[in-house]
């Protein structure tokens, strides 16, 4: 049957909408996809179901649904490595790196458990202009924390007094958030001793120079200009 009426007509009519649910239910459970109905909106059953899922495998949540809010915070790709093999290191579900060079080198060839990580902040970086999508970065979040709250309210398109966004920003910084009993619980999802290392460590920028040589600062420099070439993206790399 080829349809001729305009989507917008189409879905219009509930039964039309139901048999076309239906039919593609059908198609991608012989596909061999799992599929989930909701009973009312299904934007709250979509990131239950990818939360869920992303405790045991990889999961990459893709909406295009203005309904679909998306925060999505990226950081300097040095402090973020340094933060990974720390993670990774006392971690019991991984096998750490026997150097730093190792991860250093998985990291930029795509091959660490995050994946590549210029097409995964490239891909978002590129959506930013989306009315559904704010692009934060870590950095500016150190610099000035209130205005970062500032823009996270006006995308929800909720207005709080000073006072209320002032109390935001002081209970989110990192030093408030470490002396929280989430941090235990985050421990606890991961496998990770909080005696040995405490999850949330120091979430400062520029942490990565304890730990890069020079040379490899040059190696990294040249893959993360090469990388982000063209696309107008920027970090910075100390505060």
């Not at 299904?42 to 992303?54: E, F």
């Not at 600062?217 to 990388?227: C, I, L, R, T």
Request: a negative charge; hydrophobic letters at 40%; aromatic letters at 10%.
């Amino acid at each position: 049957m080829i349809l001729t009426a305009k989507k917008e007509l189409f879905l219009a009519n509930k039964e039309n909408k139901q048999r076309f649910i239906n039919m593609l239910s059908e198609k991608l459970q012989l596909a061999g996809c799992d599929v989930h109905h909701a009973k009312g909106d299904a934007d709250l059953l979509i990131a239950q179901t990818a939360l869920t899922s992303a405790e045991s495998m990889n999961t990459v949540l893709e909406g295009e649904d203005t309904d679909l809010l998306v925060i999505y915070v990226v950081r300097n790709p040095k402090d973020v490595l340094v933060s990974l093999n720390h993670q990774i290191n006392i971690s019991p579900y991984r096998s750490s790196y026997e150097s730093f060079q190792d991860i250093l080198d998985d990291f930029m060839s795509g091959q660490t458990i995050q994946g590549e990580w210029p097409a995964h902040v490239t891909h978002w970086w590129i959506k930013k202009e989306k009315d559904n999508v704010l692009f934060l970065k870590y950095e500016d979040m150190k610099k000035d924390l209130e205005e970062t709250v500032r823009a996270v309210c006006a995308f929800l398109g909720k207005t709080l007094t000073s006072e209320l966004i002032q109390r935001i920003s002081d209970e989110c910084t990192f030093e408030a958030m470490k002396k929280r009993k989430v941090k235990d619980h985050l421990c606890k999802i991961f496998g990770i001793d909080p005696s040995l290392s405490p999850f949330i460590r120091k979430g400062k920028v520029g942490g990565w120079k304890d730990h890069f040589t020079v040379a490899q600062n040059e190696v990294f420099d040249k893959w993360y200009h090469e990388a982000l070439e063209g696309t107008g993206l920027s970090f910075d790399f100390i505060e």
